[in-house]
């Protein structure tokens, strides 16, 4: 299994210019999620997706659009890019179990490696 | 909103064990108290889980107190690649990071 893996891992754009960032998951996970993270700071959820089909804002949403374009992929779009979007942005998918009376609930999630984007 | 309240920074000398806390004084009854870590700009990678009771897998010890209200990480020997941030998470749905605590292992 590859895990998460993103796409591409490093990108410069000028301001006003769109891109895509892309994420794929391997391991058959129902929820994934976009944070960035700030030099010095923590994660910040962008955008969630519980399940396919359906797509939830997280924390700073502002200035992004995700799709769920099937169980596999979750990907983040940035339409005008800005400066203030400078950051290193990282994927997870998420595996959740609901233990039951004898049996603990697991709730792991998984990230990827993290695509560093330079808006100039 | 982060729901937990971490140190900025600790210290810790090689080979000892390293107890980092955590408080999460509003946790409520089906939430669960977890622990990640980011290691120098990589993913964060999941520590450890639980909801009442202490847990322990290879990686560390997790002491969660009677009210719930707070919780300890234990690396029972910590060595330079435990230089990290910590992060403590209590979130069901959606993992809502904080801004975690920076863990220096001196040698």
């Known amino acids: 299994n590859a895990g998460v893996t993103q796409t591409p891992k490093f990108q410069v754009l000028k301001t006003g210019q769109s891109m895509t960032l892309q994420c794929a998951q391997d391991?058959?996970?129902?929820?994934m999620y976009w944070y960035r993270q700030d030099p010095g700071m923590g994660l910040r959820l962008i955008y969630y997706s519980a399940s396919e089909g359906t797509t939830d804002k997280g924390e700073v949403p502002n200035g992004y659009n995700v799709s769920r374009l099937n169980k596999r992929e979750f990907s983040l779009r940035l339409e005008s890019a800005a400066p203030s979007q400078t950051s290193v942005y990282f994927c997870a998918s998420r595996v959740f179990y609901r233990g039951g009376l004898n049996s603990k609930s697991y709730n792991e999630q998984f990230f990827g490696p993290g695509t560093r984007l330079t808006v100039l | 909103d982060a729901k937990t309240t971490q140190p900025t920074s600790m210290d810790c000398a090689e080979g000892r064990a390293a107890n980092l806390p955590c408080n999460h004084s509003t946790i409520s009854g089906n939430e669960y108290v977890y622990w990640y870590r980011q290691i120098h700009s990589q993913g964060p990678q999941y520590i450890i889980h639980g909801l009442k009771n202490n847990e322990t897998n290879e990686m560390a010890s997790l002491i969660i107190t009677e009210d719930r209200k707070s919780s300890t990480l234990i690396l029972p020997h910590a060595t330079l690649r435990d230089t990290a941030v910590y992060y403590c998470?209590?979130?069901?749905?959606?993992?809502?990071f904080g801004k975690g605590t920076r863990l220096h292992i001196l040698p």
């Open positions: 998470i209590v979130r069901d749905d959606k993992i809502i």
């Open positions: 391991m058959n996970h129902n929820s």
